[in-house]
């Protein structure tokens, strides 16, 4: 090798060795450079506070931390995700607390719902009728729904849409008899009425489940649907349809009772319930293997210990106060209405699935924490486009500028004329604690422009007022608040019209009167 080669050589040697041990000082105890973004410093400041690493490996307390608040997001997440089952066991629970155990046992409201029990955003316009199917012990369970029954719907133990009943359900408000059969069952049915049989046949996720209907007032009141119910509404199973149970009817009007799920560690109990009660898959394996994950496992006790009941404890205590900045003050850009107004939706996408309406996003698993932790039922009916039937809900608890409406304070709310609603709007006030009707010197704390004679303006619109204390010449209008609390409202337009979705009509927003 000539005298220049030799040169050449020592000089790339030289190079190649400055270059490797560069590479060594970047990343000491590897052979090649390592990507800064997939290695673990030592120390790592987190809203957790230090996380320590040797060499990558947690330390003892990190991985202490670390578990803890695995256990605590898991235990929120829990929260988040099962408030439908909760809230439908608590008001089967209720159901139980009046005497109404069987499937042939009903809760109905006689003189509708007043601001004694405690029921989420209950309307106090229609007669409502709750009972519970289990499909479990009594097998395929048939509702013959009577004629001139308002708006049904079945619900499964996760408040699931099963099917509509009454004027939105295929019996178009005529009566007829559903048959809702269990999961897992594998026996003959009867034919479907559109195969030419007698039943409305539906099968449900689970064993229990939620029957609700709806009766409307006729002349302002509540009676004739109380007596459509009483008389024309059996429930029985399949297997006893030549010889039904009579019904047994329990009155839930001015019974002081409560159907709401706890804010507290017994939520975790409650869910309990649900998932020894239904079919391993009336939840799909990802949902069960949350509520596994802290301890909530079909056959098996949950009995969570100290450690545990602590972190699950502190948990839904975050979860709640999430629940309620969702609902209260929710930053979905698709929550309000219309632009520039505290009108908001309950439900966010205009889908009852909460799937935006396509799919694309999956689930908007805010919109449905949005929903179940203001209100029950769930159905199609109440938030498609279906002119003349079902009904549409507008959510509102803050003033023109964004305030949350105050209990101490007056305010006037307009509603234009022609309201778009053929059956009947309805205006009623709710507890921000409660989510119930607000409990005040008046039993039914709303206004119904079929029940109520309300003071009408020259043009036709009617001017709402809300305080503590009836404006003169206003009371027919007014609607009693209380100093220390809070309150919120929701409009009701059942059988609402074109011009409710075209947003040609839109209700005016909260004025404070000085």
Do not use: C
Not at 133 to 157: K, N, R
Not at 437 to 459: G, V
Request: charged share 20%; net charge neutral; proline share 7%.
């Amino acid at each position: 090798m000539n005298m220049l080669l030799q040169r050449r050589f020592l000089i790339a040697a030289f190079a190649g060795a400055v270059s490797a041990s560069a590479a060594f000082a970047q990343t000491p105890g590897f052979n090649q450079t390592i990507p800064e973004q997939i290695l673990t410093p030592d120390k790592v400041e987190t809203r957790l506070g230090t996380l320590n690493f040797v060499d990558g490996v947690p330390t003892v307390e990190t991985t202490r931390i670390v578990y803890d608040n695995l256990d605590f997001l898991r235990g929120v997440e829990t929260f988040l995700n099962f408030v439908p089952a909760a809230s439908l066991e608590a008001v089967r629970l209720s159901n139980i607390t009046l005497g109404a155990k069987k499937s042939n046992q009903a809760v109905i409201f006689d003189q509708l719902l007043d601001s004694n029990t405690l029921l989420l955003t209950g309307n106090t316009d229609t007669v409502y009728l709750f009972a519970f199917l289990d499909l479990e012990t009594d097998g395929p369970t048939v509702v013959e729904v009577p004629q001139g029954s308002g708006p049904g719907t079945v619900d499964d133990a996760f408040f699931r849409f099963v099917i509509d009943m009454g004027s939105p359900g295929p019996d178009r408000g005529k009566g007829g008899k559903y048959l809702i059969v269990p999961p897992d069952y594998k026996g003959e049915l009867p034919k479907d009425v559109k195969d030419g049989g007698d039943y409305f046949v539906a099968r449900s996720p689970s064993y229990v489940n939620l029957v609700v209907l709806r009766g409307f007032l006729v002349d302002g009141k509540p009676d004739a649907a109380s007596k459509m119910f009483r008389e024309g509404l059996k429930v029985y199973p399949l297997a006893k349809k030549a010889k039904p149970p009579a019904m047994e009817f329990f009155n839930g009007s001015t019974v002081a009772y409560n159907t709401i799920h706890a804010n507290t560690f017994e939520f975790y109990k409650e869910i309990d319930h649900v998932i020894q009660k239904e079919p391993i898959d009336f939840i799909d394996p990802e949902l069960r293997g949350l509520a596994a994950s802290i301890g909530l496992r079909k056959g098996l006790p949950f009995a969570p210990d100290a450690r545990m009941t602590a972190i699950l404890t502190d948990a839904v205590a975050v979860a709640n106060a999430t629940s309620r900045a969702i609902a209260f003050r929710n930053r979905d850009p698709k929550s309000p209405i219309y632009p520039d107004s505290q009108w908001r939706t309950g439900f966010i996408g205009g889908d009852y699935q909460w799937l935006d309406g396509d799919s694309q996003s999956g689930r908007n698993l805010d919109a449905r924490t949005n929903f179940f932790y203001l209100a029950t039922v769930n159905t199609p009916a109440m938030a498609a486009k279906i002119v003349g039937k079902g009904s549409q809900y507008a959510l509102n608890g803050a003033d023109a500028s964004g305030n949350p409406l105050d209990g101490a304070k007056n305010y006037k709310l307009t509603i234009p004329a022609n309201p778009p609603a053929k059956d009947f709007w309805s205006v009623v006030v709710y507890d921000p604690q409660t989510r119930s009707e607000l409990q005040t010197s008046q039993p039914f704390p709303s206004k119904n422009n079929k029940r109520d004679k309300l003071i009408a303006n020259a043009d036709g619109s009617v001017d709402l007022y809300f305080g503590p204390k009836a404006p003169k010449g206003k009371e027919a209008n007014w609607t009693q608040t209380v100093s220390a609390k809070g309150w919120f409202v929701l409009l009701r337009l059942y059988g609402p019209l074109e011009p409710w979705f075209d947003k040609s009509w839109r209700p005016g927003e909260f004025e404070e009167v000085k």
